[in-house]
């Protein structure tokens, strides 16, 4: 049955309306996770020896931060991390055992990247550890226990897949044990080190991941098997309705219009509200940059990076997903007398005001200079002249649904920060970057930031000339976008 069932996961994969743009995301993506493997496995062969160098003995600095290791990996994924998503409706009517599925998807999430790429950073330090003469059955039960907590990890983001608070509060403890350590405080990292130095010293103290993970796993069996009915899990959920009518939106005519719904939909569905606070939280970005507390990114290229992100928040998140939100009744639009020049004038000057609004509130980077908030202004200069356009004309080759009305429970989960979409982010980037860099190393800061930022201002005087470009290739892709709006898995 396993077998059938991966055969209608690549069936569905190449069927796709969206496989060419899938394909070009999943090899950009491979490249990426080429990228990461080589750090993780640099990391795990040359951090050994490291800190060896440095007269601290690896095993016990490594012990002595797993625990905001762990944190940070829970809270990536409950970010990152998609639960199994299967087309389970027709599976429900075919005489396949309910528990065959659901080991199926659990299976899937045991096999994703985001548990694998902790195999190439703790398997190569394993070894090396044994090789260095460690006691091998103290290192194999350390070894069993941080496999056991990266699947407990996998395990807790199916279960509190739609727990949006969650994120902030690991975010909260995250940073709140970082600070209170930094200033010395409260260094938390001497009660957990107990635990994790146990796993090492202590044979049966790798039992207790061991034993959790099993515990995890029959939990979110049972939680997923609960769900896995027509008129349960799956069933959509009905909600009392409100009328909110944003009159004062009228006098904008049909970009008023446009706008009220934008802002309804941000307002009433799960997903647009996640991204729109992720994009509040790109506002504290800046603060690696700026604050000059990482080495790596105290150079002047990499300031304008946090620049653009800063400032860019809401286009990179919300944006990003244009015209996919309204996918639902992208179909029933295409049908009614409007415009495709006045829902992309509606969409745009969302993201125009997202990243005014963003400018203001980003103020408090006056506190590390002028220098800093410039960055951030002229950031937003060109967001507003230059990616803007860019979100809006990769929305007309993203053609990913996002099913607004679909039950938030098991195997209905959609991420609301998709890894493949921010790929395609990523060049909007570079050519500020670029720039800069040639203003400022061939000339001075300034010219730099004159660059960037006149870049930007014609953009924004050719906006006409433009939209008539984007407005073009719409049309021409409107057929292929119904058709892979219908898609529903």
Do not use: C
């Amino acid at each position: 049955m396993f077998k059938l069932f991966l055969k209608l996961e690549w069936k569905a994969f190449l069927r796709s309306a969206s496989f060419g743009t899938n394909l070009a995301l999943k090899i950009l993506m491979a490249f990426g996770a080429i990228y990461l493997i080589m750090v993780f496995l640099l990391i795990g062969i040359g951090g050994f020896y490291m800190l060896q160098d440095m007269k601290i003995d690896p095993l016990i600095t490594v012990n002595k931060y797993l625990i905001y290791y762990f944190v940070m990996d829970l809270t990536v994924r409950l970010l990152l991390q998609k639960i199994p998503v299967m087309n389970i409706r027709p599976l429900l009517v075919l005489p396949i055992n309910r528990n065959t599925i659901v080991n199926f998807s659990l299976g899937k999430t045991m096999l994703s990247f985001f548990n694998l790429i902790h195999l190439f950073y703790f398997v190569p330090f394993t070894i090396i550890l044994l090789m260095e003469g460690y006691d091998v059955l103290s290192v194999l039960t350390w070894f069993i226990s941080i496999l056991s907590l990266i699947y407990i990890n996998n395990f807790l983001n199916v279960v509190l897949n739609n727990k949006d608070s969650l994120l902030i509060v690991f975010l909260t403890i995250m940073g709140a044990l970082g600070v209170s350590q930094y200033y010395g405080l409260l260094d938390i990292t001497n009660y957990t080190s107990l635990f994790f130095d146990g796993m090492f010293a202590t044979l049966w103290v790798f039992l207790i991941p061991m034993l959790t993970v099993i515990a995890l796993y029959l939990r979110t069996f049972i939680y997923l098997k609960k769900n896995l009915y027509l008129d349960a899990g799956l069933a959509s959920k009905g909600n009392t309705a409100k009328t909110e009518n944003f009159t004062w939106l009228n006098q904008f005519g049909t970009l008023g219009t446009f706008l009220k719904n934008d802002i309804k939909l941000i307002k009433r569905n799960k997903r647009s509200k996640t991204t729109v606070f992720m994009s509040f939280l790109f506002l504290f970005y800046g603060l690696l940059f700026f604050t000059r507390s990482i080495e790596v990114y105290d150079n002047p290229v990499m300031k304008m990076f946090g620049g653009i992100f800063v400032s860019g928040g809401f286009l990179f998140t919300f944006g990003q997903f244009v015209p996919s939100w309204d996918s639902s009744y992208y179909q029933l639009m295409m049908t009614q007398n409007i415009s495709y020049r006045d829902y992309l004038n509606s969409k745009w000057w969302l993201i125009v005001i997202a990243t005014v609004i963003t400018t203001v509130l980003a103020s408090f980077y006056l506190y590390f200079g002028w220098e800093a908030y410039m960055m951030i202004i002229v950031g937003a200069v060109y967001n507003i002249g230059v990616n803007s356009y860019l979100v809006l004309l990769g929305g007309a080759y993203i053609k990913t649904p996002v099913d607004l009305s679909s039950s938030k429970g098991a195997f209905g989960d959609k991420k609301a920060f998709n890894v493949k979409t921010m790929l395609i982010s990523l060049p909007k980037i570079f050519l500020p970057i670029m720039l800069y860099g040639f203003g400022y190393f061939l000339i001075s800061p300034m010219a730099g930031l004159a660059l960037v930022a006149i870049t930007g201002i014609l953009g924004f005087a050719l906006r006409n000339s433009v939209f008539g470009l984007i407005e073009k290739i719409y049309k021409i892709e409107k057929y292929k976008t119904l058709d892979a709006y219908k898609q529903k898995n």
